[in-house]
C-alpha cells in the first residue's frame, strides 16, 4: 500500500496536483483509511499507466477519462472472454472442436448468410 | 541489450524530439496495458523504454556515444503492469467482474478460435478437423475375400473405403484425415467406418472357418457322389462318401478366410443333409414296403424312457 506522498515519490514524472485530479474524478480510486488515501499495488500500477497515457504519449486531460473507460471496458471483456473460454475449455474435446469450428463459421471471410 | 539508437528507429544525430517522438509512436503501438492480449509486447516495451530513458538523458546519452556506458545501463527495475493485475483474479474495482486468472492456456484456446477472423496476425495455429464416424453395411462376402468401395456421403463427398480380407462384423476402419477439414493449415479429422456384415443365405463364419449345410440326394448319400459345392472363392468339387448320412461333416481344407494376422486360411466345414425326393417315387416306395432291414433301427432310442 503506498500513500499520495509515496506515489509521487515512486514516479518522478507525476504531478502531485495531477494525482489528485484523478482521484477527484475517480480515475484512480485509493482506499481511505483513518483520513490517508491508501494505494493497492493494482492502483499504483493504473496512476504509473495513466502517467504514461498523460505525459508520454501526451494524451490530455480531457481525453484520458475516455481512454481509461475504454481501456476499462477492454479489461472487462477481456474477463468475461477468458471466463467463456475456461467454460469452454472445460468441454469435451469434440465440444470444444465444435464450438471452435462454428466460430470460424460465423468470424470466417467465407461465411454463408443463412437467411 | 540491442543498440537504442536501433530500438527506437532514429539515427545517431537525431534530436531529443525526434527521440521523444520515436518513442511515443512506439509506445503507443507496444504499450503492454494496451495490449493486454499480446505476449511478446511487454518485452519490446520494455526494451523500447531502456532505449528512451538512455538517450532521453542527455548525461547518459553522451556517455553511451562515447562507448564509457553499454546499452543496459539504463534498464528499469522490473515493472508491474497494470494489466497483470487488470487480466488477474483481483481485479475487480473499475468494471466489476468474477475474476478468473490470466491464463496461457486460454490465451492460446481464444487465438486459436479466432485465428481466421482476428485483424492482428497471430502466429499460426493449426488445428486439426474433426472426426467423423459411419457406419457401412457390406455382404458377407465382400468381408470374407476384401473389397474395395466407394461410398457417397451425405454432403457429396465420396469416400474410397478399403475393405479388408477377413474384416469382421462391427470392426472399425479408420481412414486417415478423411475426416472434417482442419483450420489454419491444420490437418483434417479421420473417418471411422463401421463394417456391418449382412448375414449370408447359407455361408456362416465362425472365427476363420466357414461353415455350410449342403444338401444330398438320398442316392447320393447312400451311394456316394462327387458334388459341387459353393465356397466363399467359388464352386469346388467334393466327393461326398458311400454311406454319408445327415449331419455328417466333410472338411475343405484351406477354404475358409484368412486370417489376418498368420496368413493362415481357415477350412470350410460341410454338412450333408439328406433330403428325399421332392416328387413322387412309385418305384421307391414300393421298395421300402417290401423292404426287411438288416438291423432294427430305433434312432429315437435315447430320447424316451
Known sequence: ????????????????????????????VPQHEAGTLLFTDMECARVRLICMLHYELEIDAGTLPVVLSLVDQLYDTRQRLLSLTAAVAAQEKDVQAAIIAAIELNAGPSAVDKS | MNDPYETLGVSRSATDKEIKDAFKKLARKFHPDLHPGDKEAEGKFKDISAANDLLKDTEKRRRFDAGEIDASGAERPQE??????????AYASHAAQDGF????????FLARAFAGGGRRSQAEFR??????????????????NGAARTITLPEGKTLQVTIPEGAEDRQTLRLKEQGMPGFGGGPAGDAYVELHVEPHPFFRRKDDNIHVEVPVTLREAALGARIEVP???GPVTVTVPKGSNTGTTLRLRDRGIRNRKSGQRGHQLITLKVVLPAAEEPELVAFLETW?????????????P
Open chain 1, 1 to 28: 500500500m503506498m500513500r499520495v506522498d509515496d506515489l509521487v515519490a515512486a514516479i518522478s514524472s507525476l504531478q502531485r496536483s495531477d494525482l489528485e485530479a484523478w482521484i477527484r474524478e475517480q480515475l484512480v
Open chain 2, 80 to 89: 508491474r503492469f497494470y494489466r497483470d493485475f487488470a487480466d488477474g483474479p
Open chain 2, 101 to 108: 486468472g490470466n491464463n496461457e492456456e486460454l490465451e492460446e
Open chain 2, 127 to 144: 488445428v486439426r478437423g474433426q472426426d467423423v464416424s459411419y457406419v457401412l453395411p457390406v455382404e458377407f462376402l465382400e468381408v470374407a
Open chain 2, 231 to 233: 465356397t466363399i472363392s
Open chain 2, 292 to 304: 426287411h432291414p438288416k438291423t432294427q433301427q430305433d434312432p429315437r432310442k435315447e430320447m424316451l
